[in-house]
């Protein structure tokens, strides 16, 4: 394990080294590839320990931004404490649908359908309340300044969504080792074997579910104050939830490395296909093109990216 | 709210729910027998009206009669991509499937499109306008017809399923896939029939939708969405359920307008969604799900 | 005289020592070699229009418009202020999403923009106005409407598109001038708008311009719907029932289809339609399918003004561009958005960005094709003569002529016809 983890180390050196070399543009794309690799490592811990798919983890973006920003705008609160609240507001939705879902025994479909009609409930309900600027959304004000989580360039907005993709790897990290993970792992392999060996399976996965909305809610606070503009069809969406579980997905879910393998190698391509595509004049061609990808990967790698490095640098790297 | 609006509002919503049972009934039939959630239906019926406008405008042909021309398209397309694409992904975990099928409806959308372009295409049809006196109510023309050729369509297929060979190994693998193999069924020409039966319902629905409001290559998204909850709703593999879960989504939606602004509508159906799969999740007429 | 005998290069001492204490002060405020910037050989200009997404009609013809103006001030001989700099407009899609606008944009700033131009959506206008700022680049808004934009007094955004409250104050004059000028009552109006920013910042405005103004009217009925929806009866039901007067729909080409569908069908009885402002009512797709049931129409909108020969010449060639479309108000602003841009560059005589945003705050920009006086902006960056028109749909054989407007009369083509006929008495 040394050499992966001096590996690591390496690699993230090289990523806090990297801006020194990297323009405002370039920033931006890692920004987008360690915001959406967060994100993805967050819902890493419900459904890739789990195995129970969640297709609305939107919500708990959602909840984070508005959260946050509410607090800033009505109270001048600064979206680091902001952020927390919305995080613990996520966490309670997070349990409800938790509860509803696990009590009740939904797996498999019927868990991503209720996640889905939660998500977009909330998504409907959010586009109609004043207080969040129903369909016109909040416009965020810009005063720079780190108590207000805005910055002028993209350098802190860079080290600030590294800084949450780190903390997330080393959260479920820590959480694969410890005795809830291997419950949860035990869990998406055999839930009745785990069931029958006297594992509390429903506490075991509302604490996923809790810590992923959580965490999830966080990254919503983080945007917010990026693109300084937030609407339900923006947070709260379908759309936003399939970008979430693609890069976990493609990468490998539940290892720790997948969302962000899974995130350099969407995001790039994706950048690449729209910069040089969308002047062609054909509307529609990198998106057309980039379905594609998603189904090929999928063909080529059917258990994600991960477990194939596993197999081809497992011997070199993690010599137990 | 006078009873002459509810009325009226519950007979619209009664005729849209026909075409909607319909394209939950390619659903169904497509997860009852697969266990695929197409994520792809929605936006298969954005192309099937692309179609259907396409032989409008270059053959003249009303959406009516074309109905049966784009039905045998899609019935192509399905196949294909059942053989093609969905083939390979039955065995994967879900979430695998689930990326598959997202991606082929990006491919849908955008390939709408690129070969139509983004505006609403709302041509003139023959019957687009007319509309009766029926009692308190007024009745929409297209929106009648649409419901009765939904309803016999649907017919159609159960009947098929019921009565011919083909239809009877597609019940047969829906209930047990490796039973089925074993007894020599060629699988994979069964679930390419099946999938292709899936896409051509959504076709035909499509083609009925046509006279009824404008075609927009990006509007397939709710569409998809509502199928589910009618599947939910009837039960999943249930294909009764899928024409009885549209009827009364279709009444439920319509109706919400009385007291829920109307950009709320979709809120009914996912509480709908919601209770059924806590309480009831194999639907009104499922079976074990 | 001596100073003839040391001439360096032919150029007389005189104007060489003039000359290199122009170069000197310019350089020592720029701190670049002045020679050297000041006549670049392309001025790079960032388009950002949703192309992709949910409005890609829109997008696309934005970005001719944006193109249709580039492309003319190159034929005219580029910036001439700028020894005759060409502009190149690179052309992005932000694909209706903030996240993709702040992205295109980034990458036009690498690639050396010195202005941005766009991008019709007010979450993505948001987005990118937050970056120009952030950069200090100046962002032209050709296209976006709602008035939370130009309140955040970012001095870097400009926008050339009247914003909701000058749409209403517009629609207030007109209504105003109908009511007296044709002789008629109006009480009940019944609003509906789509469910989007757009569609409830217009609905909301003209609420509250009502409510504002004491206007004589009573809004019987206010009905909003999902974007994208493809069923209005349930709406249309309610609308029949509340009796009113007259309708006023904020609505896109496809909504507008199916108000007028189920109007017709349901057999609802009104003075006509007038649109607070929203693009449904004159698209070409709703005048061709809507046929003689797209008469009588009226719309409040920023408009092209049929008179202006800048106007009539830049549309003959959107024209032969693209057949079977013409300049329209999203287009018009486009084109207009770039133009004001170039003027912009000619006065600046420079491609820094401070010496262009001063030169745009300054802007007093008549020769657009725009209904409305000239493009002048106040220090929040409004247009303050952006204006709406009234046009109407009027039959005509021709389909592309018939959407005209009615007023201001200065601009008007035909004489305006209210109250309507009824939907079904059009034969």
């Known amino acids: 394990m040394k050499r992966l983890y001096l590996f690591l180390g390496v690699i993230f050196l090289v990523l806090l ?18 915001f959406y690799a967060y994100l993805g490592q967050c819902w890493n811990i419900l459904t890739g320990y789990t195995g129970n798919i969640s297709l609305g983890h939107a919500l708990y973006v959602g909840i984070g931004g508005y959260t946050a920003t509410r607090l800033a705008m009505v109270f001048g609160l600064s979206p680091w404490v902001g952020m927390l609240v919305g995080g613990l507001f996520a966490t309670g939705v997070g349990l409800v649908i938790g509860f509803l879902g696990f009590r009740f025994g939904l797996r498999g479909v019927y868990f991503v359908l209720i996640t889905i009609s939660f998500a977009e409930i909330g998504r409907l309900i959010a586009l109609h309340l004043e207080s969040l600027g129903s369909f016109m959304g909040l416009f965020i004000d810009f005063n720079p300044g780190f108590l207000n989580m805005q910055f002028r360039g993209n350098l802190p907005y860079y080290y600030i969504s590294l800084g949450l993709l780190v903390f997330s790897l080393i959260v479920v990290r820590t959480l694969e080792l410890s005795k809830t993970g291997r419950y949860l792992v035990a869990i998406r392999e055999d839930e009745e074997a785990a069931e029958s060996l006297g594992v509390n399976t429903f506490k075991y996965k509302m604490v996923a579910i809790g810590l992923s909305a959580f965490m999830t809610a966080l990254g919503g606070a983080f945007d917010a104050n990026r693109i300084f503009h937030l609407s339900p069809d923006r947070v709260m969406s379908m759309a936003l939830s399939i970008e979430i579980i693609l890069r976990p997905i493609i990468g490998g879910m539940g290892t720790v490395l997948g969302p962000v393998v899974g995130s350099f190698l969407i995001t790039l391509p994706a950048e690449w296909t729209r910069a040089y595509l969308s002047e062609v004049g054909r509307p529609g061609l990198h998106m057309v093109i980039y379905g594609f990808v998603l189904i090929f990967a999928v063909f080529f790698f059917p258990r994600g990216i991960m477990p194939l490095l596993n197999r081809k640098l497992g011997r070199f790297f993690i010599k137990e | 709210m006078n009873s002459d609006v509810v009325l009226q509002l519950a007979l619209q919503g009664f005729l849209m729910g026909g075409v909607y049972g319909l394209i939950a009934l390619g659903l169904s039939l497509i997860f009852g027998v697969m266990k695929v959630i197409n994520f792809a239906h929605g936006e298969m019926m954005v192309f099937a009206m692309f179609l259907s406008i396409t032989l409008l405008l270059w053959g003249g042909l009303d959406p009516y009669l074309s109905l049966v021309i784009v039905a045998a398209v899609m019935f192509g397309v399905g196949y294909g991509i059942q053989r093609v694409f969905v083939n390979r992904i039955l065995e994967l975990p879900e979430a695998m499937q689930v990326l598959v099928l997202v991606g082929l409806g990006i491919i849908f959308e955008n390939g709408t499109l690129m070969i139509w372009g983004g505006s609403d295409f709302s041509p003139k049809t023959s019957l687009a306008l007319s509309s009766f006196r029926w009692g308190p109510v007024t009745v929409d023309v297209p929106r009648l017809i649409a419901f009765i050729l939904a309803i016999v369509i649907t017919l159609m297929v159960l009947l098929f399923l019921k009565k011919t060979n083909i239809g009877k190994s597609i019940r047969a693998a829906a209930d047990n896939r490796y039973g089925a193999l074993i007894i020599g069924a060629h699988i994979n020409r069964i679930y390419g029939i099946c999938f292709g039966i899936g896409a051509a319902c959504v076709g035909a629905a499509g083609a009925l939708l046509v006279p009824l409001m404008p075609a927009k290559a990006t509007m397939g998204a709710p569409y998809t969405m509502v199928s589910f909850v ?19 989504i279709g009444v439920a939606e319509s109706l919400s307008t009385v007291f829920l602004p109307s950009s709320m509508k979709q809120v009914v159906s996912f509480t709908i969604m919601i209770v059924i799969l806590l309480f009831k999740p194999q639907g009104l007429f499922g079976g074990k799900g | 005289m001596k100073e003839e005998q040391v001439k360096p290069q032919g150029i007389d001492r005189r104007t060489f020592l003039k000359t290199s204490a122009a170069v000197g002060a310019v350089t020592a405020i720029t701190g670049f070699p002045a020679i050297v910037r000041s006549q670049p050989k392309e001025i790079i200009i960032g388009s950002i229009q949703p192309v992709t997404g949910p409005l890609p009609d829109i997008g696309i013809s934005m970005q001719r418009g944006n193109k249709l103006a580039a492309d003319e001030i190159n034929a005219k001989g580029g910036i001439k ?34 202005c941005l131009v766009g991008p019709f959506l007010s979450g993505v206008a948001m987005a990118i106005a937050t970056l120009a700022e952030q950069r200090n680049i100046p962002f032209v808004i050709d296209v976006a409407a709602l008035d939370a934009i130009t309140a955040k007094g970012y001095k870097n955004v400009f926008r050339c598109f009247p914003k909701t409250e000058y749409f209403m104050t517009s629609l207030g004059r007109y209504l105003d001038q109908i009511i007296k000028e044709k002789k008629v009552t109006i009480k009940r109006i019944a609003l509906t708008n789509a469910g989007d920013a757009f569609g409830r910042g217009q609905g909301a405005a003209f609420l509250k311009y009502v409510k504002d103004h004491k206007l004589p009217f009573e809004i019987v009925e206010h009905i909003e719907y999902p974007l994208g929806v493809k069923d209005l009866s349930a709406e249309v039901t309610k609308i029949k029932a509340a009796k009113p007067d007259l309708l006023c729909p904020v609505a896109r080409p496809g909504d507008a289809k199916l108000l007028i569908r189920e109007l017709y069908k349901q057999r609802v009885e009104l003075m006509g339609i007038i649109s607070p402002g929203s693009p449904g009512w004159y698209e070409p797709e709703f005048v061709k399918d809507m046929d003689k049931l797209a008469y009588y129409v009226l719309d409040n909108v920023p408009w092209v003004n049929p008179k202006s020969s800048k106007f009539q010449d830049a549309n003959n060639r959107f024209e032969k561009l693209y057949p079977g479309k013409y300049l329209d108000t999203n287009s018009g602003y486009a084109y ?17 960005p401070a010496a262009l945003r001063e030169a745009l705050r300054k802007t007093n920009y008549k020769d657009h094709p725009m209904v409305g006086g000239p493009v002048v902006f106040d220090e929040k960056g409004d247009n303050i003569n952006a204006t709406a028109a009234m046009v109407q749909v009027l039959p005509d054989p021709n389909m592309d002529d018939r959407v005209k407007v009615v007023l201001p009369k200065e601009a008007a083509q035909a004489p305006y016809v209210f109250p309507w006929k009824q939907l079904w008495d059009r034969g």
Do not use: C
């Open chain 1, 17 to 34: 080294a990297l801006p020194g070399v990297l323009n405002n543009y370039w920033m931006e794309i890692f920004i987008l590839i360690f």
């Open chain 3, 336 to 352: 207009t958005g770039v133009m004001v841009i170039a003027d912009a560059l000619e006065r600046a005589k420079s491609t820094d």
């Open chain 3, 81 to 114: 202020s700028l020894g005759g700099a060409k502009i190149k407009l690179l052309l992005g899609d932000n694909e209706a999403k903030e996240e993709v606008g702040r992205l295109v944009a980034e990458r036009f700033l690498k690639d050396g923009a010195v």
């Open chain 2, 230 to 248: 009618i599947v939910i709703l009837g039960g999943m593999g249930s294909l009764i359920g899928a024409l009885i879960g549209g009827l009364i």
